[in-house]
């Protein structure tokens, strides 16, 4: 359970952005979650909620995009997306492929109403 | 309404303290690693055993994290090495926070090897870099062989798998081949060390992996006031 520490992190860096906003109403802060990140959504979301529920920060909300483990085959120059862990290129059967992607853990955009 | 871009990693200012370490690590000539596993795999008999096997002078660490209680500190201190306990109340990890607050007052320049033996679980670890050179993670048998597959993360993240409690194996229906297969499938290129902490089988691989690590971090001084660090003296 540290998707506790990774919403107060999250929170922590969009109050950074408040401070730079006076008098903006912060609406949404979008995330990006790669599959190999180790985060879970769906106890983000909740942590998230729970700790900005009766705050100045109401009402913020997280929109989290999941991002599937991607694969660059340094032979053909595909890249493809991992399904039930094979990494081996669908195009032309090299095993040495590189991944690209499905770590992230960031944070993307912040939606505001400048009043 | 408008949308500002971040770009920004979530854990920055954590990541940010984590390079550091490892910049002071290198700078040192230490080589840092990250122990993880579920609870009970067996991180600190093997480092129990890790240690023992050390002479006395060895330019060794140790900090070991709990939620709860210095049971662990107690075990590691007898060996006459540098423990320190780092309870984290109640945190599932430890971050690099915690790390740079556990080695205050320690004096890094007498160090070449620092191991950190990090809260029993599987998930949540994967997450955090402490400024290691490496995670090693331990699997025993009596868990399943499929936990690389059910948790990727850490699997994918660590460099090192040392599957542990091998004496075990003729009890429990483990496959030790199945647990390779399902460790490369998740991180092709992976090492894979097989080792009872119980009977010592397998152990002088263990060593043997960290002595070549050590010798690879260490700064190449040909003269000079370090060159009676050689790992064996």
Redesign the interface.
């Known amino acids: ?2 998707e506790l ?2 919403a107060s ?2 929170l ?2 969009v109050q950074g ?1 408040a401070v730079r ?1 006076p008098g903006a109403r912060l ?1 949404k ?3 990006r979650v790669g599959e ?4 879970e959504p769906e106890a983000l979301s909740f942590c998230f909620d729970s700790l900005v529920r009766g705050t100045e920060l109401e009402p913020l909300t997280l929109e989290i995009e999941t991002r599937p483990r991607r694969q660059l085959c340094p032979e053909c120059g595909r890249t493809f997306r991992v399904v039930d ?3 081996v290129c669908p195009d032309c059967g090299a ?2 492929t590189r ?1 690209i992607g499905g770590n992230e ?10 009043t | 309404m408008s949308r500002v871009p971040l770009e920004k990693k979530v854990l920055n200012e954590i990541d940010r303290l984590a390079a550091e370490l490892r910049a002071r690590f290198r700078e040192h000539g230490i080589l840092c690693l990250n122990l993880v596993s579920s609870p009970g795999a067996g991180k600190t008999t093997l480092l129990e055993r890790t240690l023992e096997g050390f002479p006395p002078g060895e330019r060794v660490a140790v900090l070991t994290g709990d939620i709860q209680t210095d049971n662990d500190a107690r075990r590691l201190a007898g060996f006459g090495f540098p423990v320190r306990q780092i309870t984290t109340g109640g945190a599932c990890h430890l971050d690099a926070r915690m790390i740079e607050r556990a080695l205050a007052g320690w004096r890094l320049d007498e160090l070449d090897l620092l191991f950190i033996e990090n809260v029993g679980n599987l998930v949540c670890p994967a997450s955090y870099d402490l400024g290691e050179a490496a995670k090693v993670v331990i699997l025993s048998v009596t868990e399943g062989d499929d936990k690389p597959l059910k948790y990727p993360a850490m699997f994918f993240r660590a460099e090192l798998l040392v599957l542990s409690k091998t004496d075990l194996l003729p009890h429990v229906p483990f496959s030790l081949a199945s647990a390779r297969e399902n460790a490369l499938r998740v991180h092709p290129g992976m090492e894979i060390l097989e080792l009872s902490s119980m009977t010592g089988a397998g152990l002088e691989s263990w060593r043997q992996w960290l002595e070549e690590r050590c010798r690879a971090v260490r700064p190449a001084t040909p003269a000079g006031p370090n060159l009676d660090r050689s790992p064996s003296s």
């Open positions: 359970m540290h520490s990774i992190a999250i922590e860096a952005e906003r609406l802060v979008g995330l190999l990140a180790g985060v862990y094979s990494i095993a040495g991944c853990l960031e944070m993307v955009y912040l939606e505001l109403e400048e």
